[in-house]
């Protein structure tokens, strides 16, 4: 079993639909939850980051921590064609200890 | 710009050739990180370094590879007698103790 499992999609949608991109994990120890975007041949961009379980949202994104079920989401809210990306989750155990990646999932938007 | 670069962002090599990247962290971040992008999957971690000190290799870093960090700044990563294999995007990240990792934009290495 990989310590993080992402469903690589790939995912098309309309543009202004809500997307939600998910993650499972097997390792209770992960304290440290983020969400990257990867645009085609560049280095991933930070989108979230969160440490307890519950919702942190910031402008159209949502992400959410559920510890007990080791699930985490991120959720898009009227998405955007410039929303096209991969999307990575990452964990980690401490601050700044390596990063354990996700597959990704390859997000499209249509308009 | 102040974010991560790294250089070259692009090298094709021929197998058995000898190849080294350079990454710039941000300043003031006294941890740096490598990992390695193959297509469809997510990046994987090859090592890292606090300041000068090397402080974790994963077991991918075979001994063909070696990366250093000689004045606690930038960073260079080197493989030795390249393989087919080798072929995917190497990544550094940058950060503080206690805060996260951000990227650079890569560099994709084609082997031959």
């Known amino acids: 079993q990989k310590e993080v499992e992402q469903d690589p999609g790939p995912l098309s949608v309309p543009e202004g639909a809500i997307v939600s991109l998910n993650c499972t994990y097997s390792?209770?120890?992960?304290?440290?939850f983020m969400w990257y975007r990867q645009y085609s041949r560049k280095g991933p961009e930070l989108l979230m980051y969160?440490?307890?379980?519950g919702n942190k949202e910031d402008g159209r994104f949502t992400a959410q921590v559920d510890k007990s079920s080791k699930y985490i989401s991120l959720f898009i809210r009227d998405s955007q064609p410039s929303d096209s990306a991969t999307y990575l989750c990452?964990?980690?155990?401490?601050?700044?200890?390596?990063?354990?990646f996700g597959k990704g999932t390859k997000l499209t938007v249509n308009p | 710009d102040t974010g991560v670069s790294q250089n070259p962002r692009h090298k094709i090599t021929k197998r058995g050739q000898n190849v080294t990247f350079r990454c710039d962290p941000i300043?003031?971040?006294?941890?740096l990180y490598w990992y390695r992008q193959t297509l469809g999957q997510g990046p994987e971690f090859l090592t890292y370094?606090?300041?000068?000190?090397?402080?974790?290799k994963s077991r991918l870093l075979s001994d063909r590879f070696s990366a250093e960090r000689p004045k606690g700044s930038f960073s260079t990563l080197e493989i030795q007698r390249t393989e087919q294999g080798d072929s995917a995007m190497y990544l550094c990240?940058?950060?503080?103790?206690?805060?996260?990792?951000?990227f650079g934009p890569g560099t994709r290495l084609l082997v031959l």
């Open positions: 990240a940058s950060t503080r103790t206690g805060e996260t990792q951000y």
């Open positions: 390792n209770s120890a992960f304290q440290y």
């Open positions: 969160t440490y307890s379980s």
């Open positions: 990452a964990i980690t155990q401490g601050g700044s200890e390596k990063l354990v």
């Open positions: 300043s003031e971040h006294n941890r």
């Open positions: 370094f606090q300041n000068e000190a090397q402080l974790e």
